[in-house]
């Protein structure tokens, strides 16, 4: 089976809350802009260094739109049963300050236990930015009794690139008493970058969904149930579901400032900075997903917005807002 992957849980992401910013104070309103200047963007701060955001928001200016179809995009495959006993599997082991898990495959993750106090962490580079801690594993001291079930899915790392990536899923029963999971089914795709080294896509292998796969975001909006909207799928990566259904459409903007690009530069080794290349100037990047399926036509079509999003402007009071959690 080989050596298992030992690594840090990073507790980003509760049993519940929300990746929305706090709204800023509001200065004195200014003069519009003028249709034919938009105002400039505002650089945003780099690696280390804090963003202060005071006064009233400057609008977002759209940089860049691109098609793609949804049909085209690759399915997820079932993986061999033979595959699932040395690589779908997991278990968590409490430490000082935090909990040791080990799996099978070395992946950029999200974990999820279905108890009755959901369970949900991400495995992977941390952050600066602070996220709420999850709650304590439903087993060992905190066995709830039963087998809950369990699931959990990421990137590979060795895989990511600007232009390829491998995600793989799995699905199976979480042991309470060994605080250990194993896969009963498991799936991979080798999702499309739609936006290279940025945003991938691919469709889910028994669900009528489109799936994106983005960096850690600092705030999601999308076509999804109450439930998810509350505790969406942001930690170290962000993991957003639409719905492809005749006659319906569905929507999703994912906006991802400096340190979630420069958190899958650094896992792929990229020597080029693609928050300084796509935002141009920009303090966050807005990717903007929208996939319409009219009555008529024989299959979905979608369209992505890549929009820069500047620093707030000064308007000469407040206080600065709280970072976005």
């Known amino acids: 089976m080989g050596r298992p992957h030992l690594v840090a849980l990073v507790?980003?992401?509760?049993c519940g809350g929300s990746t929305r910013p706090a709204e800023p104070e509001l200065g004195p309103p200014g003069p519009e802009p003028s249709a034919a200047q938009p105002p400039p963007l505002r650089a945003g701060a780099r690696r280390g260094v804090g963003r202060k955001r005071v006064g009233r928001p400057t609008r977002p200016l759209l940089l860049e739109t691109r098609l793609f179809d949804p049909q085209a995009l690759p399915r997820a495959q079932p993986l061999p049963a033979e595959a699932l006993g040395p690589r779908g599997w997991f278990s968590v082991t409490p430490r000082p300050g935090g909990y040791f898990l080990a799996m099978g495959r070395d992946l950029v993750s999200e974990v999820e236990i279905e108890s009755p106090q959901p369970f949900r962490v991400f495995v992977g580079p941390r952050l600066a930015s602070g996220r709420p801690a999850a709650s304590d594993p439903p087993c060992g001291a905190n066995a709830q009794g039963g087998s809950p079930r369990a699931r959990w899915r990421g990137i590979a790392k060795e895989s990511l690139s600007a232009n390829a990536v491998e995600l793989e899923e799995y699905e199976g029963v979480f042991d309470s008493r060994r605080c250990r999971a194993r896969a009963t089914r498991g799936w991979t795709v080798r999702p499309t970058p739609v936006v290279s080294g940025v945003l991938y896509a691919f469709r889910a292998a028994d669900r009528d969904e489109g799936v994106l796969v983005a960096p850690p975001a600092e705030w999601v909006s999308a076509t999804l149930s109450p439930s998810e909207q509350l505790a969406p799928h942001v930690g170290t990566l962000t993991i957003v579901a639409l719905p492809l259904e005749k006659g319906g459409s569905a929507a999703a903007q994912i906006v991802v400032g400096p340190d979630g690009l420069d958190t899958f530069d650094a896992l792929r080794s990229s020597r080029t900075d693609s928050f300084l290349e796509l935002a141009r100037g920009a303090a966050s990047l807005a990717l903007r997903?929208?996939?319409?399926?009219?009555?008529?036509?024989?299959?979905?079509?979608g369209v992505i917005g890549i929009s820069g999003v500047p620093a707030i402007e000064?308007?000469?009071?407040?206080?600065p807002s709280p970072r976005v959690q």
């Open 314 to 319: 000064s308007a000469g009071r407040g206080a």
């Open 289 to 301: 997903v929208d996939v319409v399926w009219p009555d008529g036509d024989e299959g979905p079509s």
């Open 11 to 14: 507790l980003l992401a509760g």
